[in-house]
C-alpha cells in the first residue's frame, strides 16, 4: 500500500508520514520545504527545517522536495497511490492577511490540483480544512468564568452555519478547500474526507505566534520567554494530540465515507490559554511568564468540535488527554533544546 502525504515535512504531515511507515506503507512526503513561517519564530530555522526531514528518512519515507502548485510534478508523485493525505497549507491567520496571494496560491490553487490528482488517480483522500471556517461570530453566547469562557451547547457539529462574522483571507481559502472537495465528490464520485481540524499539538510541532499555540506556549515556557496572550487567556479550543488525527485519518480510509467531519477532541479535552499556562507551570514546576496583548482579527474566543459524526461513521474517537499530550510535546521540546535557540 502506498500513501502519498502532501506537506509531509510539516507538523501534523511528519505525523501522518511516521504512522503509515508503523503501518508498513510505502509513503511520500511530498513538501516544498518552504517552512515559511520559521523565519519569524526566531528558532534555529537550519535545524529546525531539517528535523523532520531527517525523521522521515530514518524511517524510510521517499521525500521529495516538491511544490503542490506544480500539477505536473503533482500527477507524476501520485501514480499508483492508494491514498492522499493532503496537509500542506499555508495554515496561518496573520500570514494569510499580510501575503494574501500566497495564501490563495497554496491553499486554493494547491487544493485544488491535490484534488484533480485524486480525480484522475482514483485514489481516496483527506483533505485538512480547519475549524476557522465556521468564523468568528460563533463566540456570540459566551458566558466569562474565572480561566474561561463557556458557551450551551458546549460543542457545535458540522451543521453550524459557516463564514460567520469577521472574515480573514485564511477563512476563505480553507473554505474554497472545502467547497472544491464537496463539488470533487459530487461530481467525480471522488472519495474525500474534509477534516475540519480544531487546534493540533504533539512534537515537531515549530509553534510560533502565527501558528501552533500550544507548542509555542510549550516551547516558551521551556526557554523561559514571556508568552503573549492575545486577549484575555479565557479562549478556549478542544484539542487534538497529532496521532489521534492520524487515527481519524486511518478510519477515512478503512470507511471511505465523503463528507465534511468536525476531528476535534470534545468537551472533556477543552481548555482554555490560561488553563495551558497552568498545566505547563505544574510539570516544568517553574513559573511561566505571561502578559496581555490586543485581540487579533480572525481569532475565534472558543469552539469545541461536536465530533459525533466522525464517532458514529468513521468510529473515531481520540486517545489522548491534553495533561498526557501536553507532557509528551515537552519532553520533545526539551530533548531538542538546540533547535529552539537561534
Ligand atoms: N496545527 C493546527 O493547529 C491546525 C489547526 C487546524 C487546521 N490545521 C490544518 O492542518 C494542516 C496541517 O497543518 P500543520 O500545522 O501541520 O502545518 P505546517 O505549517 O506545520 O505544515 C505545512 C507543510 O506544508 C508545506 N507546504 C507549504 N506550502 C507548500 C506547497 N506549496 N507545496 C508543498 N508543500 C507546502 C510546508 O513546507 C509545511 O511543511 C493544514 O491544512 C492546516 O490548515 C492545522
Known amino acids: 500500500m502506498k500513501v502519498l502525504v502532501t506537506g509531509g515535512c510539516g507538523f501534523l504531515g511528519s505525523h501522518v508520514c511516521a504512522y503509515y511507515r508503523k503501518l508498513g506503507w510505502d509513503v511520500i512526503s511530498y513538501d516544498s520545504m518552504t ?33 503542490i502548485q ?5 500527477i507524476d ?24 496571494r500566497l495564501d490563495f496560491s497554496t491553499n486554493v490553487l494547491g487544493t485544488f490540483n491535490v484534488l ?16 476557522h471556517v465556521y ?12 480561566t474561561r469562557y463557556t458557551r450551551t451547547p458546549a460543542s457545535l457539529d458540522e451543521s453550524h452555519p459557516t463564514m460567520t462574522g469577521t472574515l480573514t483571507p485564511l477563512h476563505a481559502s480553507k473554505k474554497s478547500g472545502e467547497e472544491y472537495a464537496l463539488a470533487y465528490i459530487d461530481t467525480y464520485g471522488v472519495k474525500a474526507g474534509i477534516f475540519r481540524l480544531t487546534g493540533l499539538y504533539g512534537e515537531n510541532q515549530f509553534g510560533g505566534e502565527d501558528h501552533g499555540w500550544v507548542a509555542h506556549f510549550t516551547i516558551s515556557a521551556m526557554k523561559g520567554e514571556p508568552i503573549t496572550l492575545f486577549g484575555n487567556g479565557k479562549q478556549v479550543r478542544d484539542i487534538i494530540y497529532a496521532n489521534d488525527v492520524c487515527e481519524a485519518i486511518h478510519a477515512f480510509y478503512n470507511n471511505q465515507r ?8 470534545g468537551e472533556e479535552n477543552s481548555i482554555s490559554l490560561l488553563e495551558c499556562i497552568d498545566y505547563l507551570k505544574e510539570l516544568t514546576g ?32 481520540p486517545s489522548v488527554a491534553p495533561k498526557e499530550g501536553i507532557k509528551r510535546l515537552l519532553t520533545w521540546v526539551e530533548n531538542n533544546r538546540d533547535m529552539f535557540f537561534a
Open 35 to 67: 517552512k515559511y513561517e520559521l523565519a519569524r519564530t526566531g528558532f534555529n530555522i537550519n535545524l529546525a527545517r531539517k528535523h523532520n526531514w531527517n525523521l522521515l528518512s530514518d524511517l524510510g519515507v521517499d521525500l521529495q522536495e516538491k511544490d
Open 70 to 74: 506544480n500539477f505536473d510534478d503533482l
Open 77 to 100: 508523485s501520485t501514480k499508483n497511490c492508494d491514498f492522499i493525505v493532503h496537509a500542506a497549507a499555508q495554515p496561518a491567520m496573520t500570514v494569510s492577511s499580510e501575503d494574501p
Open 116 to 131: 484533480e490528482a485524486a480525480r484522475l488517480t482514483g485514489a481516496p483522500i483527506v483533505s485538512c480544512s480547519s475549524i
Open 135 to 146: 468564523g468568528t461570530g460563533v463566540n456570540d453566547t459566551l458566558t466569562e468564568q474565572a
Open 258 to 265: 465523503p463528507g465534511i467531519y468536525n476531528i476535534g477532541a
Open 286 to 317: 517553574r513559573e511561566v511568564h505571561y502578559s496581555f496583548g490586543g485581540e487579533r482579527l480572525g481569532d475565534l474566543k472558543y469552539f469545541i468540535c461536536d465530533t459525533s459524526k466522525a464517532e458514529k461513521e468513521l468510529g473515531f474517537k
